[in-house]
């Protein structure tokens, strides 16, 4: 999906509080923006062919093997890696981050019994965190099982360690220093699994694919844990409660800082042009996730103060039969 993801503010004029995007916000990158700009020389020379050095970082971090980490840009590179390395029978449950299905598009697969199941972690639409039980037992059934855990830091619910996955012959996890950090422009994220799967995906990369400069900013992010992205939990859950409180709204349940609404009887889009339009606000039109309406919508918690307006906001339009 080229098109339809959050963070489409370059479609309106003068957006000015951002709640599409589920990647924390209000973050200073100025540390970061003065590293990179005292490496120019970085842009003089080709990337090392595949991002060796921050893979051994991102290894020693974890308590793994180089060998089990594969630097990627982006987590939906990562995502379609392994639709190229394991063309099985994919299995995806809705609603979920729609590029697991997409990167099979191109693709003609084995339709036996052997599975892959994608798993977003927590999960994107609706914020559910899947316990390891369930993970467990999914493993039991499936080939393959590739974890997505690009929120993982956007949640207290205990997620699975790097080091634990490893250990696994049929798992993969997905994980996204964009979301760690918050800087989606780099395209920055990186598989950790298995040797016997990480040496399988590694024959599909494409050399360079991950730029000098992301490389350079990924080293500079890994020593600096300060800079990583922790969102305030409460203030989400004040803020779902407070559109909870609406009768024309329901609110999914969630354990991260992003939440699935869904409207009674408007349109979601409708409410995304008044609310942009009108209030300079944002949100996520969620009706083009698979299995979802067009009065669903996604948004992700801010300041109390940029909160509060969304609420005021989305009364109004609600108040005003649209």
Request: charged share 25%; hydrophobic share 35%.
């Amino acid at each position: 999906m080229i098109e339809g993801h959050g963070d489409d503010a370059y479609k309106y004029q003068d957006i000015r509080s951002d709640f599409s995007s589920n990647i924390c916000a209000h973050g200073s990158h100025r540390g970061l923006l003065d590293h990179l700009a005292a490496h120019p020389e970085l842009i003089d020379h080709y990337p090392e062919p595949e991002a060796w050095s921050l893979e051994k970082m991102i290894a020693e971090r974890h308590g793994i093997s180089p060998r089990q980490v594969l630097v990627t840009s982006g987590a939906t590179e990562a995502i379609y890696l392994i639709a190229q390395t394991f063309r099985l029978r994919h299995v995806v449950p809705e609603p979920t981050f729609s590029e697991y299905a997409d990167a099979y598009l191109p693709y003609s697969l084995n339709l036996n019994s052997r599975t892959i199941l994608w798993l977003c972690n927590p999960n994107n639409p609706t914020g559910e965190v899947y316990d390891q039980l369930y993970i467990d037992r999914m493993m039991a059934e499936h080939e393959l099982v590739v974890l997505d855990q690009s929120y993982e830091n956007y949640t207290d619910a205990p997620v699975m360690s790097p080091r634990w996955g490893c250990r696994m012959s049929n798992l993969i996890q997905i994980h996204s220093m964009t979301k760690d950090y918050g800087v989606p422009g780099l395209r920055l994220g990186y598989i950790t699994a298995h040797e016997s799967l990480t040496e399988q995906i590694r024959r599909h990369m494409h050399p360079w694919s991950v730029s000098a400069l992301a490389i350079e900013a990924g080293k500079y992010l890994l020593c600096h844990d300060e800079l990583i992205c922790r969102p305030d939990l409460q203030e989400a859950k004040r803020l779902a409660d407070r559109l909870r409180q609406m009768v024309e709204i329901t609110v999914a349940p969630t354990q991260t800082n992003f939440m699935l609404c869904r409207l009674r009887h408007s349109c979601a889009a409708e409410l995304k042009d008044y609310l942009a339009k009108e209030h300079h606000i944002l949100i996520r039109d969620a009706s083009n996730f698979r299995g979802l309406t067009p009065q669903h919508f996604r948004i992700a918690a801010q300041t109390a103060s940029e909160n509060d307006d969304l609420v005021r906001a989305i009364a109004e339009f609600i108040e005003g039969g649209r």
